[in-house]
């Protein structure tokens, strides 16, 4: 069974617009949700992550909503330029160390 | 920078074989993880390790087994390949302890089993 669950499975968006990718979960025991970034031909690198008592997390273009009682996180990218095309993953954990990781989101930025 | 190297980028089997893939870490980190990706899947935890020959089973554990003798090393064994172990294989390292620590991956191997 999904621990988490992402979606879109695949996104296209135009040069400049705002990219959203969403992610819910059920194990309210949760406490950490990062983001992942995997280019073609590389592992996944951290992006960025939150962590429940906070509700937005921003670093440059890229924004983490957060609703703890929806269950619920998405990742934004303001501004998408052709340079993010990537998959997305989201995941969380328990804090005990091991990540749950959402099925992915192919994201495809249109110059 | 963190620097997590997987021995092989590309490897191909057949069915039948005893199969090893060796990931070191080189921050000294507790934690090792061996993942595998497959399209629609996400990342699915096959086994990790929180210190030099300790192991937990993770989500698919089934076929597979791991070695840790050296904190830096770990190695994923597939004890007898089969055809559905195709897939891209990940390792992953981190600090343990208290609050989450990011994961750092390696570039992967794709496996294929003929």
């Known amino acids: 069974q999904q621990q988490v669950k992402q979606s879109p499975q695949s996104l296209i968006v135009q040069k400049g617009g705002i990219s959203i990718i969403n992610c819910a979960y059920e194990?309210?025991?949760?406490?950490?949700f990062p983001w992942y970034q995997q280019f073609p031909g590389k592992g996944p690198a951290l992006l960025i992550a939150?962590?429940?008592?906070?509700s937005e997390k921003k670093e440059g273009r890229f924004t983490i909503s957060f609703n703890k009682s929806a269950k619920q996180f998405s990742l934004h990218i303001m501004d998408s330029q052709p340079g993010d095309s990537a998959t997305y993953f989201c995941?969380?954990?328990?804090?005990?160390?091991?990540?749950?990781f959402g099925t992915g989101t192919r994201l495809t930025v249109i110059p | 920078d963190v620097k997590v190297t997987q021995s092989s980028r590309y490897l191909v089997k057949r069915t039948g074989e005893k199969v090893f893939l060796e990931c070191v870490q080189d921050?000294?980190?507790?934690?090792m993880f061996w993942y595998r990706q497959d399209p629609g899947l996400g990342l699915r935890l096959i086994y990790f390790?929180?210190?030099?020959?300790?192991?937990e089973k993770g989500d698919i554990p089934e076929g597979y087994s791991v070695s840790r003798e050296k904190k830096e090393r770990f190695s994923l064994i597939l004890e007898s390949a089969s055809t559905n172990q195709t897939s891209m294989y990940l390792c992953?390292?981190?600090?343990?302890?208290?609050?989450?620590?990011?994961?750092?991956f390696g570039d992967g191997t794709r496996l294929s089993i003929l």
């Open positions: 939150i962590r429940p008592d906070v």
């Open positions: 390790s929180y210190d030099v020959k300790m192991k």
């Open positions: 921050m000294d980190h507790e934690n």
């Open positions: 995941a969380a954990s328990t804090g005990a160390n091991n990540l749950f």
């Open positions: 992953a390292s981190s600090f343990y302890g208290q609050g989450s620590w990011p994961q750092h």
């Open positions: 194990n309210t025991a949760f406490d950490y």
